[in-house]
């Protein structure tokens, strides 16, 4: 039992905390964009491109949740405590990694006021935005390949 509780709780945390910190992220991002939509209405799209980066973690973190649901139950009970224990490894590496759209918020926010004020600078806040992504997906990666040796 111990075993399936551990990787429930991996799961928990691979969705919820990137879930927490997407829609903080969003929220951050997003009041930045009704500002700019407010003064300039062309200003709409890139500014929901923008906001839409912090997402990321969550849908990653979606995946690694569904992953480890599915070998809840695949293994059901057989699940033993150091299997559960690399499972919640692997949430909590999610989960953890998935964090990274609270820093991303801030540079999303200041490239949708940047497009603002000069929209052909929609390609480079786009890349500023997605930089911060890196750390989400090499955490991905990592639990993945955790979720695959179970």
Do not use: C, H, W
């Not at 801030?106 to 890196?134: C, H, K, W, Y």
């Amino acid at each position: 039992m111990e075993g399936i509780l551990l990787a429930a709780l991996g799961a928990g945390l691979a969705v919820g905390l990137p879930g927490i910190a997407s829609a903080v992220g969003s929220g951050i991002a997003g009041a930045s964009a009704a500002g700019a939509v407010a003064e300039k209405k062309e200003t709409f799209v890139p500014a929901v491109i923008l906001e839409a980066l912090p997402q990321t973690a969550v849908i990653l973190g979606f995946v690694i949740g569904i992953m480890i649901l599915s070998k809840i139950g695949d293994l059901g009970e057989a699940i033993t405590v150091f299997q559960g224990t690399k499972i919640f490894g692997a949430g909590l590496i999610m989960g953890l990694a998935g964090l990274t759209p609270l820093g991303q918020a801030p540079v999303a926010a200041a490239g949708i006021g940047s497009v603002a004020r000069n929209p052909e600078t929609m390609v480079q806040n786009v890349i500023f935005t997605a930089l911060p992504d890196i750390s989400v997906i090499l955490g991905f990666v990592i639990s993945f390949m955790m979720l695959g040796s179970v």
